[in-house]
């Protein structure tokens, strides 16, 4: 059997894109999954993403992360598959779609996406650490010379470890420049290292960024390894809302593969 495939990559974070819309592609194959996303014996990627119907929206974004597993909500993946629903034909300049989080609006304008994410209201402040979940868990940690940790290392003894043991939490490195920009490097669960970029992790630093003071502007720049985002959002008293996601979302080349 042949796969027909689409290859994405939003800000360097990249994915296999799959019309799923007749139901056929083996989900529960963990290993082939994984194999897809490897990088030597496969096509290579980030994750995988699943275009399904969706009884009310105009479709339903189902995600694995690259070892294979049923991924939760990725921001740059979601960003992905609106550029894809338009090569499809499916939508024209605007969407609403099905995710693992709920309901998402987006808009798409000369390759450039712009995601809504879910509102975000409990988030943990420790003298060291920023702790919440945007659609995804994320440890934010501020450093300085961010270019220097050896995210691999630092990351996952950090995704491992108390509080978050087993469950895990994807793990983002955040360093400010300006007053409303900052460099991020984020170590991903589920990938097992550092990507390029992290739609929910910059979504995080953004937010994080704001509770804690390091900046009182509510459309933050982020510069990550893969290229420039943006994260801007509303306070409305404890919650933060109209929370959108920005940047670049790029189809890179399409094929068939024996599965």
């Not at 799923?20 to 980030?46: E, S, Y």
């Not at 105009?58 to 597993?69: E, R, W």
């Not at 709920?102 to 988030?123: F, P, Q, W």
């Amino acid at each position: 059997m042949k796969l027909h495939f689409y290859k994405y990559q939003g800000a360097g974070n990249d994915f296999i894109m799959v019309d799923n819309r007749d139901l056929l592609f083996p989900k529960t194959n963990t290993h082939l999954i994984n194999k897809l996303c490897d990088r030597r014996f496969g096509i290579g990627a980030d994750g995988l993403i699943l275009l399904e119907p969706s009884k009310k929206e105009d479709f339903t974004m189902v995600y694995f992360n690259a070892d294979g597993n049923e991924g939760s909500m990725c921001g740059n993946g979601g960003r992905c598959i609106v550029a894809f629903a338009k090569q499809l034909g499916i939508i024209t300049d605007e969407t609403t779609f099905n995710a693992v989080d709920g309901l998402h609006y987006a808009t798409i304008a000369n390759e450039i996406v712009s995601l809504k994410m879910i509102d975000i209201s409990e988030i943990k402040v420790t003298d060291s650490n920023v702790f919440l979940n945007t659609g995804s868990p994320h440890h934010v940690q501020f450093s300085k010379n961010i270019a220097e940790i050896n995210v691999k290392k630092l990351g996952a003894k950090i995704r491992y470890g108390a509080p978050y043991f087993e469950t895990g939490t994807n793990v983002n490195f955040a360093e400010k420049i300006t007053a409303n920009s900052f460099k991020v490097r984020t170590y991903e669960r589920g990938v097992e290292g550092e990507t390029l970029a992290c739609g929910t992790g910059v979504t995080a630093v953004a937010i994080a960024a704001h509770i804690t003071n390091k900046t009182d502007e509510n459309s933050i720049k982020i510069e990550v390894l893969g290229g420039d985002l943006e994260v801007s959002f509303e306070k409305v008293k404890n919650k933060y809302t109209n929370i959108f996601l920005k940047g670049p979302a790029e189809f890179v080349f399409e094929g068939n593969i024996a599965i």
